[in-house]
């Protein structure tokens, strides 16, 4: 059974740091683009960052403009999981966390074509 698994959500105050994993089951993680999501309440979902495969894609990153400087994304092929590094969080950043494959084109990842399953999410609230 193919499974994505995050965690690492906690309530933080503004300036902490935070540091999610999205945990691989099933496949083998590294042949895939993942993808860090987030939802707030009332807001539609917003893709964060993306990591591309390492199957030619030599891990390269994207990052969206609000989260630029501050996020870094990693991953750890020999865990099978993927990591977004939060430092210098807003209140802003709160919402549900999420990771999902998307798709590779010309090495990169393209955060705008999540595909296949969702985790749960993780809850990450940043209090003023």
């Known amino acids: 059974q193919l499974r994505l698994v995050e965690s690492g959500g906690d309530l933080v105050r503004t300036g902490g740091s935070l540091r999610l994993s999205c945990a691989a089951s099933?496949?083998?993680?590294?042949?895939?683009?993942i993808g860090w999501f987030r939802q707030a309440p009332g807001k539609e979902r917003e893709g964060v960052s993306c990591?591309?495969?390492?199957?030619?894609?030599?891990?390269?990153?994207y990052y969206g403009d609000s989260v630029k400087g501050r996020f870094s994304i990693s991953r750890d092929n020999a865990k099978n999981t993927v990591y977004l590094q939060m430092n210098s969080l807003k209140p802003e950043d709160t919402g549900v966390y999420y990771c999902?494959?998307?798709?590779?084109?010309?090495?990169?990842?393209?955060?705008?074509?999540?595909?296949?399953?969702w985790g749960q999410g993780t809850q990450v609230t940043v209090s003023s």
């Open positions: 999902s494959a998307v798709l590779t084109h010309q090495g990169m990842c393209v955060i705008q074509n999540p595909f296949g399953v």
């Open positions: 099933g496949f083998t993680s590294g042949h895939f683009s």
């Open positions: 990591i591309s495969s390492s199957d030619g894609g030599d891990g390269n990153t």
